[in-house]
């Protein structure tokens, strides 16, 4: 395994945390549940067979990653039960209920994280009308952008200067990143809400959307 595949595996352990404890829905351990480490091999595998064609990366791994976990269940035993919230009793094999369920609850899920990122959001003073018409047109713009993003959020003094004075450290990105500061200021609304959805892992299903290229530089 390449060291590049090993940081970005690393760096996404609670994204497949999440999802095979969703999955499971119970709370799992690393050193005792073997969920999470069929969850860690078909993430591994996602890496190798994704490509473009098959839209969203975490989209398509987490897909993997359940099927992954549901043939596990099924060798185990043709009639393990799960509990949902509400208590009640279902078995793996009405699947498409679990489905259903797994849908509403992402649902859920997906809709307390964007008020959630509209409240971080509204604390830079940016809304999400500023990012409509702030946002850029071409797609080499916003890859860069991306990258930008990405390097910055991986900056522990770029990002607490950034959670603490709520401005975005123009200079010290310059610096970091090698870009002309009327660049970062030109897309500086945009910059920190990607930087906020790097940065905090509240923020997951959001993210996923900004489909991030495995095998990039941002590996």
């Not at 043709?78 to 009405?94: A, D, W």
């Amino acid at each position: 395994m390449t060291l590049e595949r090993e940081k970005f595996i690393s760096e996404n352990k609670s994204f497949i945390y999440k999802v095979a404890s969703s999955i499971c829905k119970r709370k799992l351990e690393w050193e005792n549940d073997d969920e999470l480490s069929i969850a860690l091999i078909a993430f591994n595998k996602s890496i190798d067979t994704y490509n473009e064609d098959k839209g969203n990366f975490f989209s398509y791994s987490k897909m993997l990653i359940k099927n992954a976990l549901i043939d596990y269940f099924r060798k185990r035993s043709k009639t393990i039960n799960v509990y949902l919230e509400n208590e009640e009793l279902i078995s793996f094999e009405q699947k498409s209920s679990i489905e259903k369920y797994e849908i509403d609850n992402e649902n859920k899920i997906r809709a307390h994280e964007i008020m959630l990122f509209s409240n971080k959001l509204k604390e830079f003073g940016v809304s999400f009308n500023d990012l409509v018409s702030n946002s850029p047109k071409h797609k080499d713009t916003r890859e860069e952008l991306i990258n930008v993003a990405f390097e910055a959020s991986k900056n522990i003094v770029i990002v607490e200067k950034l959670l603490k004075t709520k401005q975005l450290p123009i200079k010290q990105i310059c610096i970091l990143t090698s870009k002309k500061e009327k660049f970062i200021e030109k897309w500086r609304r945009y910059l920190v809400a990607l930087i906020l959805i790097l940065a905090d892992d509240e923020l997951m299903y959001i993210r996923s959307y900004l489909n991030i290229k495995v095998g990039d530089e941002n590996d």
